[in-house]
């Protein structure tokens, strides 16, 4: 059976969906792509319908990942039921994500940066347009998650 990630954050437009590329791409380099289903989606509806965030984009690029579209988009009851795992980006999110679902009875959600040595929220880049630390905690938050994942 697929193993169903679903990557959350406020908008949908920057980390999340960096965080579902970099990982299909990971899975796909792995050669364990036909395992998985990976999406992502929002807390809020702020950004719903828009393309991934210019910038965001770009850094995806830069390492010959596409995003071609992926709009956002945000979470529902019925994707806590689908998904096995729902992997916000900062603590903020989870307590969003509760109100949208009641609360996590079945223990699927969890943040990207606990899969690596050194717990804490993705950096957003929103208000500091610094994509490159997003960049470098997607990447080892999806290293992390991968390797627990592949050897479970
Ligand atoms: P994201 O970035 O949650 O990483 O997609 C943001 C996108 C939109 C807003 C904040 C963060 N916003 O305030 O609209």
Redesign the pocket.
Known sequence: MKKKILFI????????PMAEFVMKKMVEEAGVADNYEIASA?T?T??AGNPV?PPARRKLQEHGISCAGKTARQMTRRDYEYYDYIIA?EKRNVRDINRIIGSDSEGKISLLMDYTGTPHDVA???YTGDFDSTWNDVEQGCAGLLNLLETK
Request: proline residues 6%.
């Open positions: 954050c406020l908008g949908n437009i920057c980390r999340s929002a809020s702020e950004e965030y980006m957003d880049p929103w």
